[in-house]
């Protein structure tokens, strides 16, 4: 196996205890790290001199009900540094009873929308966010539909048949 | 028939001739099938040929609405307002497989079909529609405008 990069080096020289698995395929590094220490391995990554991920590329999740893991979610993070021209992956497990993470808001803004897709679509709550609520369905929607345990066909309308108000539409 | 300088026709069918060719449209475009409706409006196969090439960007000066793309739940209460706020008499063309039925969105998110919040008076599917498939639904509009009873 090559060599770790300079990212992976980095994190387990800083964060050993935080690391629970790390692994790179042709060049894709990622890192699983413990839900406690995401905001400061994100400082690390935003502030390190050497790393410089100045770029959040992408924050979702995954959610593992059928998967057969220990965890229900996992959070996914894509760094990108555009003065190194490298990238990370940062999964974070999480339990399924309400489950909760810090916000990275503060760091990157971009993670503001994010984490509220996150939110919307999978209900992980994200603590120390400015406004969490929901981004792309309306506020009356109930559950969050990219969970697995979410039936694939239940709809939620708002007017016609099925809606709380049954607007009369002829 | 002109020779003697005038011609007999009932009132209604006057009326439905003069509805059926000036028809004022209201897109009401959320998806792909807009390019299709652009396409079917443009010069090449140009609704004004039907009388229809006039749309209209509110929904009070409207006589058709022209439903073109996906709608899903969180769209719906805006466009049943869009409906409620044109004038008598309204048409409603579905234009396109997802406005009809939902189409191949079968999922937590999407209208199963408009006409479970608005009434439809022409379904066109397709995905999208050809743009003769669009003008044979307008012509058939056409005729039932014609055919209808005519409030004034």
């Known amino acids: 196996m090559a060599e770790d990069s300079l990212t992976l080096t980095r994190l387990r020289d800083k964060f050993a205890a935080n690391i629970l698995e790390t692994h790179s ?11 406690e220490a995401i905001v400061a391995v994100a400082t690390c990554l935003k502030n390190d001199p050497d790393l410089d991920y100045d770029f ?5 999740a995954v959610d593992c009900l059928n998967l057969g893991t220990a965890h229900r979610f996992e959070v996914v993070y894509h760094f990108f540094s555009l003065s190194k021209k ?5 999964k974070v497990p999480l339990s399924g ?14 993670a503001d929308w994010y984490e509220r897709e996150v939110w919307d679509m999978f209900g992980v709550k994200f603590r120390g ?3 969490l609520k929901r ?12 969970r697995k345990d979410y039936p694939i066909s239940k709809r939620q309308p708002l007017v016609g048949p099925g809606s709380p108000s049954q607007t009369p539409s002829k | 028939m002109f020779s003697q300088g005038f011609l007999t026709s009932q009132l209604e069918k006057a009326i439905g001739w003069a509805r059926k060719y000036s028809l004022f449209q209201y897109p009401f475009v959320t998806a792909c099938c807009g390019m299709e409706y652009m396409a079917t409006a443009a010069s090449h196969y140009d609704l004004d040929r039907f009388g229809a090439g006039f749309p209209r960007f509110s929904p009070r000066q409207a006589d058709v609405l022209f439903v073109v793309g996906t709608i899903n739940h969180k ?4 466009l049943h307002t869009v409906y409620e706020q044109m004038c008598e008499p309204k048409w409603v063309i579905a234009f396109g497989v997802c406005t009809c039925t939902g189409g191949f969105y079968d999922n937590y998110a999407t209208v199963q079909g408009i006409d479970t919040i608005i009434p439809v008076d022409i379904y066109i599917p397709g995905c999208p529609p050809r743009p003769e498939t669009v003008l044979d639904g307008l ?12 409030e004034f």
Do not use: C
């Not at chain 1, 395929?25 to 839900?35: E, K, S, Y």
């Not at chain 1, 309306?138 to 539909?145: A, D, I, K, L, T």
């Open chain 1, 86 to 90: 490298h990238r990370i992956r940062i």
């Open chain 1, 129 to 131: 966010h400015p406004n």
């Open chain 2, 139 to 150: 012509m058939k509009l056409q005729e039932r405008i014609q055919q209808s009873r005519q």
């Open chain 1, 25 to 35: 395929f042709r060049g894709d590094d990622t890192a699983v790290i413990q839900p």
């Open chain 1, 135 to 146: 981004i792309l369905m309306y506020e009356e929607f109930e559950g969050h539909p990219l």
């Open chain 2, 75 to 78: 769209m719906a209460p805006i």
């Open chain 1, 56 to 60: 959040l590329m992408d924050l979702t």
């Open chain 1, 97 to 110: 009873k309400g489950p909760e993470l810090d916000s990275i808001a503060s760091l990157w803004a971009g």
